[in-house]
């Protein structure tokens, strides 16, 4: 003859046993609040994300030759700059950056270029660059300005750099920072110097 057997029925849990993980549950969540709070006001104080700065110390003039063409009115020039600047990160975590280059304008037009590779700056660093702009005579073959500065005695240039990266807050927050040179300066043609240099800088996040 079969029997049926019943299903048991669970015991409740002790009244002491449900407060004791009920407790357990609050204190799980009262650490990740506190840490979740932690991080928000680290993130908002002390790494707070800070503008990279880029600095041009000094621009020399390395070489300078030119001709004149009277007959057509023409000037043919051979400049080179040495830019020496400095990029400076403010930010307790390191800065990465990507390729960029230096610009050489004249007039507004860019007649020459030099590659920044890309690298990284540690916290609170400071990376030195030594750039070399060549002038690129073939670019200004169309310019008309050109023949009339250099009878002057005076040529207008500048110089332009853009360094775009990242900084990791804490490995969980990626910000993008942009950092701008740009100087304005000119050539004495007769006593090949650099004179009138201003520069102007700006950053954003």
Same mark, same amino acid.
Do not use: W
């Given at each position: 003859?079969?029997?049926? %057997?019943?299903? %048991?029925?669970?015991?409740?849990?002790? @009244?002491?046993?449900? &407060? +004791?993980?009920?407790? !357990?549950?609050?204190a799980v969540i009262a =650490? !990740?609040?506190?840490?979740?709070?932690?991080? /928000?006001i680290l993130g908002l104080?002390?790494?707070? *994300?800070?503008? *990279? /700065?880029?600095?041009?110390?000094?621009?020399?003039?390395?070489?300078?030759?030119?001709?004149?063409? !009277?007959?057509?009115?023409?000037?043919?020039?051979?400049?080179?700059?040495? /830019?020496?600047?400095?990029? &400076?990160?403010?930010?307790?975590?390191?800065? &990465?950056?990507?390729?960029?280059?230096?610009?050489?304008?004249?007039?507004?037009?860019?007649?020459?270029?030099?590659? $920044?590779? *890309? #690298?990284?700056?540690? *916290?609170? #660093?400071?990376?030195?660059?030594?750039?070399?702009?060549?002038?690129?005579?073939? +670019?200004?073959?169309?310019? %008309?300005?050109?023949?009339?500065? =250099?009878?002057?005695?005076?040529?207008?240039?500048?110089?332009?750099?853009?360094?775009?990266?990242? /900084?990791? $807050?804490?490995?969980?927050?990626?910000?993008?920072? =942009?950092?701008?040179?740009?100087?304005?300066?000119? $050539?004495?043609?007769?006593?090949?110097?650099? #004179?009138?240099?201003?520069? @102007?800088?700006?950053?954003?996040?």
């Amino acid at each position: 003859m079969d029997v049926e %057997s019943s299903p %048991s029925k669970r015991r409740p849990l002790p @009244h002491h046993t449900r &407060k +004791r993980r009920r407790n !357990i549950c609050f204190a799980v969540i009262a =650490v !990740i609040l506190a840490v979740v709070l932690l991080i /928000v006001i680290l993130g908002l104080t002390v790494f707070k *994300a800070k503008r *990279a /700065v880029t600095t041009v110390n000094s621009v020399a003039l390395k070489d300078f030759q030119f001709s004149l063409d !009277i007959a057509r009115l023409r000037a043919y020039l051979n400049v080179t700059l040495d /830019v020496n600047l400095s990029v &400076k990160n403010p930010n307790k975590v390191g800065f &990465k950056f990507t390729n960029s280059s230096a610009l050489l304008k004249y007039r507004g037009q860019v007649v020459g270029e030099a590659p $920044i590779p *890309a #690298g990284k700056i540690s *916290a609170d #660093g400071t990376l030195p660059m030594n750039l070399t702009l060549t002038l690129l005579a073939d +670019r200004l073959l169309s310019t %008309s300005n050109v023949y009339s500065d =250099v009878i002057s005695g005076t040529l207008p240039l500048s110089t332009y750099t853009r360094i775009s990266g990242k /900084v990791y $807050i804490m490995k969980l927050f990626k910000i993008h920072v =942009v950092s701008y040179t740009s100087c304005d300066l000119t $050539i004495d043609v007769m006593s090949r110097t650099v #004179g009138n240099q201003t520069c @102007h800088y700006k950053t954003k996040l």
